[in-house]
């Protein structure tokens, strides 16, 4: 792809697409990919494009590479953390929807082989006894954790960011979902400052789109309807939100058409 786009000298600005070689380019800004001999795990390239030095401890666990670790947890802070420490380590993580039930929790076990649980204190009941154990992410062992001064100031500034308009994305879609986790992992590999919240709520996405200047949302197509025909929309101040990326299910073609009426300056994608 990289290529072809070199040779071709007729991209239409517009819509990316290059009548030489009759093929469509994305527009976006362009992300350096490592080259095919330095094979990277996907925490290793997320963390190398944040262009600062990170701290990493090890010690002498009972895991290996490969082993699986099944995460049950509601929307957190924690979780994104989680999954990174865990997938630098080179674990493979099980993420699974604190909703479910037992015996879909026991057969996701089952199927993932996953030896060890990462649980809050609110859905650990849900588990068997696996391997080594269950870790709770609300335990003041655990928590303690993110206390310590171990963490690069440079990284910290980075993710915030310095000065608008710098990319602020809202999650609304879970991240026990594949599209949640892409999502977390494309804000991350840009340094993007990332908005959680523990418990949806409409008016709520509305205040903190407002306060954080959001410029971009994973989204379902039920809440692209929502925003449609919410009236509460014309209470706050959204006028920062630039990208809408619709997943999960086929968004209707007269639903986003409303949208786009609605709101002219933000784009939807799916």
Do not use: W
């Not at 262009?51 to 924690?78: E, K, Q, Y």
């Not at 959204?238 to 639903?255: D, N, T, W, Y």
């Amino acid at each position: 792809m990289a290529e072809s786009t070199n040779h071709c000298q007729s991209i239409d600005p517009a819509t990316g697409f290059c009548s030489q070689t009759r093929t469509f380019h994305s527009l976006r800004p362009k992300v350096p990919l490592p080259p095919p001999y330095q094979p990277l795990s996907l925490p290793q390239y997320t963390l190398s494009l944040l262009r600062s030095s990170t701290a990493t401890t090890g010690g002498d666990g009972d895991t290996t590479s490969n082993d699986v670790a099944l995460i049950l947890s509601p929307p957190s802070l924690h979780a994104p953390l989680l999954y990174f420490a865990l997938m630098s380590l080179g674990i493979v993580i099980s993420p699974a929807n604190p909703l479910s039930s037992d015996s879909k929790i026991a057969h996701q076990v089952q199927l993932s082989k996953s030896i060890i649980a990462f649980a809050t204190s609110t859905t650990s009941s849900k588990l068997l006894s696996l391997k080594h154990g269950t870790i709770l992410l609300d335990s003041s062992e655990f928590i303690s954790l993110f206390s310590e001064p171990n963490v690069d100031p440079n990284v910290i500034n980075r993710v915030q960011g310095p000065d608008p308009p710098h990319p602020v994305s809202f999650f609304t879609v879970p991240l026990f979902y594949v599209f949640g986790f892409f999502m977390l992992a494309s804000a991350f590999s840009m340094g993007e400052t990332t908005i959680f919240t523990e418990r949806f709520e409409f008016e709520g996405m509305l205040r903190a789109i407002e306060k954080y200047k959001v410029t971009y949302m994973p989204v379902s197509p039920p809440l692209v309807l929502a925003l449609t025909k919410s009236d509460l929309t014309n209470k706050y101040d959204i006028s920062s939100l630039l990208m809408l990326g619709s997943s999960g299910a086929l968004l209707g073609k007269e639903v986003a058409e409303r949208f786009k009426e609605k709101f002219p300056t933000v784009e939807l994608v799916q």
